[in-house]
């Protein structure tokens, strides 16, 4: 059977932007700033990056080890490196993730695209109160945001189906280092606020007796999706990842690149708040309703409204196409369609669930399902059931099911082996890695309440 070439990416640089465009989102910009101010700040903020280090990196190499040892998408891979049992279900979980998590992505995003465009009028102008009600007449509205989401679909349909060289890897390769100069820019405007240095002292300064057995879970299940684990995204792209990468270095070079930004937009964000005198405990609407009272007081807050809300949005578009592209790459691999079929049925399907979940703030509100409306039952099930579910079952995939010996050759290919890294590495896979998911896990369910 002759086989079209399996597309992938070109270059060193393309692998680690396209990763690090995937990990770096929305997570990293609206809502670490946020839970880190809900939570309290430093204390918060070294036990996140202790999961990060020991359990978020772990997992991160086990699936770029699944990916590329497969080359196949979420679903293929595991059947074709495990073919007997239930492993490849594992993938299946991962497809529902995706759906959820891009339908729901897609109206955040939406919003802040929106929002660039508000920032360039002012709109958002007025009394705290004022720009709360701005905010909420906004996203109940029942068509306003869709025409932002199904902007923002469009875009992320249209980047995907181009193919992961020529559209994902370019993409990431111009859009990743614009949105590090961007955050820079407001980091510098951030930090040189009058009354700056006490939202430094609260992001750094810790104190670990404000800590609460929740905030420890959520700082778990926050590395977890801040790091795109757990549904197969670092599958699909490991798949496409030349053998001759080193990628214990590719997962370092990532998770470092992460955190960064994530330390970079508390650094925007969280100073700034205080240097206005506000709280950095609003919780979700710190970025569309807090931060709008620190812009309309600083000086040149229109410029650095528009280009914080650019920022926002590059980040969910690079985020939003690594979803998109494990739901395109299982619908060419395994139902055998081409991208642009498989490309334009996952957007379509995507933004159908996303309008439902954008009407559901708005004129749907009240049809709950346990007390929850649809947006917000998409997230939980996504958030706190399949991703640390698929997390678990991908650490114990590689701890226990795939072969020390297969996962140390694939990880020998491009790189070196370190035999007190491999030691260490699965201990982690093997026991804490499932152990503390599985805690986080039963506390999503509720099991602790
Ligand atoms: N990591 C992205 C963010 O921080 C979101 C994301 C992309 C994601 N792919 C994912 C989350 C896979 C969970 C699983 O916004």
Not at 26 to 53: D, E, R, S
Not at 289 to 299: G, K
Request: aromatic residues 14%; positive net charge.
């Amino acid at each position: 059977m002759s086989r079209i070439a399996r597309d992938s990416f070109s270059s060193k640089f393309g692998v680690i932007a396209a990763a690090a465009g995937s990990a770096i989102g929305l997570g990293n910009i609206w809502k670490f700033p946020y839970i880190t101010g809900v939570h309290g700040g430093a204390a918060f903020l070294f036990v996140y990056l202790g999961f990060i280090l020991a359990i978020g990196l772990p997992i991160m190499l086990s699936e770029l080890v699944i990916g590329r040892k497969s080359r196949r998408n979420s679903f293929g891979s595991f059947k074709k490196l495990v073919p007997k049992g239930l492993w490849k279900y594992v993938g299946v979980l991962g497809l529902g993730a995706a759906f959820f998590i891009l339908s729901f992505y897609g109206v955040v995003a939406g919003w802040s695209v929106r929002y660039i465009f508000f920032a360039f009028t002012d709109a958002f102008k007025g009394s705290s109160a004022e720009i709360t009600d701005f905010f909420n007449a906004f996203k109940t509205h029942p068509e306003k945001p869709l025409l932002y989401q199904l902007i923002f679909m469009l875009a992320t349909g249209s980047v995907v189906v181009l193919g992961v060289n020529k559209g994902i890897e370019k993409v990431s390769k111009v859009l990743m280092p614009v949105l590090l100069i961007l955050i820079l820019i407001l980091d510098v405007r951030a930090i040189t606020l009058d009354g700056a240095s006490e939202g430094l002292s609260f992001l750094f300064k810790p104190d670990f007796s404000k800590l609460s057995f929740e905030a420890i879970l959520e700082a778990l299940g926050h590395a977890f999706f801040s790091l795109s684990l757990g549904m197969g995204t670092l599958i699909t792209y490991g798949s496409y990842i030349n053998k001759k990468n080193d990628l214990v270095k590719t997962a370092i070079q990532v998770t470092v690149a992460d955190t960064v930004v994530a330390l970079l937009a508390g650094i925007a964000i969280i100073p700034a708040v205080f240097a206005f005198g506000l709280e950095p405990s609003a919780g979700p609407g710190l970025i569309f309703e807090t931060l709008p009272n620190v812009f309309q007081t600083m000086a040149g807050g229109t410029f650095f409204s528009i280009l914080f809300f650019l920022l926002l949005s590059i980040a969910a578009l690079t985020s939003a196409i690594s979803i998109l592209e494990v739901v395109v790459a299982y619908f060419t691999e395994e139902l055998k369609v081409k991208r642009k079929v498989a490309t334009i049925l996952a957007t379509l399907l995507t933004t159908l669930l996303g309008v439902i979940c954008s009407l559901s703030l708005g004129i749907y509100s009240d049809v709950t399902i346990f007390g929850k409306n649809f947006f917000e039952l998409l997230e939980f099930i996504s958030s706190n059931i399949l991703l640390p579910l698929g997390g678990m079952l991908i650490a114990l995939f590689i701890g226990w099911g795939l072969g020390k010996y297969k996962v140390f050759k694939e990880i020998a290919q491009g790189g070196k082996l370190d035999g007190r890294f491999l030691a260490i590495f699965m201990f982690l896979v093997k026991f804490l890695a499932p152990i503390a998911i599985f805690i986080v896990f039963l506390y999503g369910l509720g099991v602790f309440k």
